[in-house]
């Protein structure tokens, strides 16, 4: 095959280079985004793959030359799928590239809330020991901890929780198969009542858009702390920042920002970056914010580049392709 890849970052290159040498198939690789002037480059290919979070628009399918996508991702809002469809192009997603970096970077930022590393840090930035020394702690597994979305990034996290002992509430329409997770599965309600910790891992679908909102945010206990890595618009910003001010909420570990644009980090880079939630977010020292970088690992980075390469190896071939978008 001869498969063109857009949007690839330095970090990738070593994966498509040995994919290509073991399958002995060619693919270019292109810095661009794909759009309907770019997507002219893979006019003498047999399929794209892309990572994105630009739209894919239908005047982008009216004119794409080939007719495979795979999609190096998770995430699939900014793909319009209708105009896929009308114009046979078959897409491919990356669901789960790496549960377990997401789930680690998850807990990670449980503990870090948990035991006041912000105030802590700021502290002895400013060279008071003596304050650094103030900021007690808690134990993870003294904790209860809802988990929202029990998919593989969830049941990931769930696992580790019971590592350390914590009580694990869930809320879920689908509960995890695995006999070996302890877990209490309760309405949605309740774990927001109960849980010391709530932890988001749900996709971004219009069913799910502000999911944790002020209405959400006044049922919780005094001092919750909500960790996102999940999608942007899973949490109302306005309401959460509300709650922080007042005290209600405990800190908040955000790594998917809900106005954050196509690329942060170089919108970040090149000054053009500028929101002031985002702003009010990082001066408080209760909050941890990080630029969607949860899934980034080498081992989440190789198995998107080859899961997304495979995938259009079976499209080509006729077989069946477990993760296309329908």
Known sequence: MHISAFGVRGDEVPYFQAWAARTENEVDLYADYLNVDTCQKANNADAITCFQTVPYPAALFAQLPVPYLALRNAGFENV?????????????????????????FAVM?????????????????????RLAKTFMGRELGDCTVGVIGT??????????????????????THLPHDASLHYEAVP????????????????????????LNDQAFRMMKAGTLIINTARPNVLDTQALLHHLRSGKLGGVAIDTFEHEADDLLQLAEDHDFSDPLWEE??????????????????????????????????????EPVATELT
């Open 80 to 104: 319009d799928l209708a105009a896929a469809r009308a114009h046979h192009v078959k897409v491919s997603y990356v669901p789960a590239y790496s549960p377990r970096a997401i789930a680690e």
């Open 109 to 129: 930022s449980m503990l870090t809330l948990l035991r006041q590393n912000g105030p802590v840090q700021t502290a002895l930035h400013d060279h008071d020991y």
């Open 151 to 172: 998919g593989h990034i969830g049941q990931a996290v769930i696992k580790i929780l019971n590592g350390f002992g914590a009580r694990v509430l869930i809320t879920d």
């Open 188 to 211: 949605l309600p309740q774990l927001l009542a109960q849980s010391d910790i709530i932890t988001l891992h749900i996709p971004g679908d219009p069913s799910n858009h502000h999911l």
């Open 281 to 318: 977010l990082l001066a408080m020292p209760n909050v941890l914010l990080s630029p969607h970088i949860a899934y980034y690992t080498d081992v989440a980075v190789r198995n998107m580049v080859e899961q997304a390469l495979d995938s259009l190896v079976a499209f080509h071939a006729g």
